[in-house]
């Protein structure tokens, strides 16, 4: 069936890195972006970025940009989110989602908890 | 930047209408997209575009915008519509969410 599936909890200290994978399966991965999302422990959703699997373009947001990087493998229908030196306030789970037209998210991953202490 | 407001917290009673509230300036030029949050659970979406639901969403959930608010109403409230509801619009190339509503069902 049609859906993204995420790679495991993570725990990491503090100035490393994380890269965390979303795997899409039952449509054509190039056809639709891909945006992340992330949501600290009892806080709001935070848009980080977007990116076209098509031609690997992507658009970030300002609070993060510089520190993230998302990249996708068409081959494996894979996408892929590293955040660099990660801070305490990093902690959060964060979503990938199928992005339709640009505008909204109509399919979300499980989420994957990234921890961030030493 | 862009901001949309939210309120905290909207309770409703069982078999009652909830009306969630997403304020932005001139936010009825732009299209409003909410999703539903349960504790524990990624987001789904349950209305895009102002008014469209999409399938397998009850006709319970209602969507309009006009003006500065843009509105999610909930008819026949069930126990199971309890969680976070957020609102999300698309700004100047980036991506912007509400902080989130709680709706306890009374």
């Known amino acids: 069936q049609v859906q993204l599936v995420q790679s495991g909890a993570e725990v990491k200290e503090p100035g490393a890195s994380v890269k965390v994978s979303c795997k899409a399966s039952?449509?054509?991965?190039?056809?639709?972006?891909i945006c992340w999302v992330r949501q600290a422990p009892g806080q709001g959703l935070e848009w980080m970025g977007w990116?076209?699997?098509?031609?690997?373009?992507?658009n970030y947001a300002p609070k993060v940009r510089g520190r993230v990087t998302m990249t996708t493998d068409a081959s494996t229908s894979t996408a892929y989110m590293e955040v660099r030196s990660l801070r305490s306030d990093d902690t959060a789970v964060y979503y990938c989602?199928?992005?339709?037209?640009?505008?909204?998210?109509?399919?979300w991953g499980q989420g994957t908890l990234v921890t961030v202490s030493s | 930047s862009y901001e949309v407001t939210q309120p905290l917290s909207v309770s409703v009673a069982l078999g009652q209408t909830a009306r969630i509230t997403c304020g932005g300036n001139?936010?009825?030029?732009?299209?409003v997209h909410w999703y539903q949050q349960k504790p524990g659970q990624a987001p789904i979406l349950v209305i895009y575009?102002?008014?469209h639901r999409p399938s397998g969403i009850p006709e319970r959930f209602s969507g309009s915008n006009s003006g500065n608010t843009a509105t999610l109403t909930i008819s026949r409230a069930q126990a199971g519509d309890e969680a976070d509801y957020y609102c999300?619009?698309?700004?100047?190339?980036?991506?912007?969410f509400g902080g989130g509503t709680k709706l306890p069902v009374l």
């Open positions: 989602g199928r992005e339709i037209y640009g505008e909204y998210l109509d399919l």
């Open positions: 039952g449509y054509t991965f190039t056809n639709y972006g």
């Open positions: 990116i076209n699997p098509d031609n690997g373009n992507a």
């Open positions: 001139n936010i009825g030029s732009k299209n």
């Open positions: 575009r102002d008014t």
């Open positions: 999300q619009v698309w700004d100047n190339s980036t991506w912007v």
